[in-house]
């Protein structure tokens, strides 16, 4: 089992950066297919980024491309989520989910993640 942590949220103006980390437990970490998603104000939870066991294959919703990096450093058990050109429509809080996973592969469906943070607020005004 696996315990996450995220961190890095806050009240950013529309163009701007954020960096969001999520911290894992365990020894494990490695093994782990990682992902990010964001519930907006009122809707549904949504795939946002992934990033394979080791970091070799990344995956992107269509929304943050271009925008949006995910990486992972496995020395630290942590992943990482580097948000630039931030808009409104980003305001959201952001969740890291973890998936055990035998090979490099990424998941981009809330169901094949077992595991989740409590989730970090990012705001981002106009």
């Known amino acids: 089992q696996v315990q996450l942590v995220e961190s890095g949220g806050g009240l950013v103006q529309a163009g701007g950066s954020l960096r969001l980390s999520c911290a894992a437990s365990?020894?494990?970490?490695?093994?782990?297919?990682m992902g990010w998603f964001r519930r907006p104000p009122g809707k549904e939870r949504e795939f946002v980024a992934t990033?394979?066991?080791?970091?070799?294959?990344?995956n992107y919703a269509d929304s943050v491309k271009g925008r949006f990096t995910i990486s992972r450093d496995n020395a630290k058990n942590t992943v990482y989520l580097q948000m630039n050109s931030l808009k409104p429509e980003d305001t959201a809080i952001y969740y890291c989910?973890?998936?055990?996973?035998?090979?490099?592969?990424?998941?981009?469906?809330?169901?094949?993640?077992?595991?989740w943070g409590q989730g970090t607020q990012v705001t981002v005004s106009s």
């Open positions: 989910a973890a998936a055990a996973a035998t090979y490099e592969t990424t998941r981009s469906r809330e169901y094949e993640y077992p595991y």
């Open positions: 990033v394979s066991r080791g970091g070799s294959r990344t």
């Open positions: 365990g020894r494990t970490f490695s093994s782990y297919t």
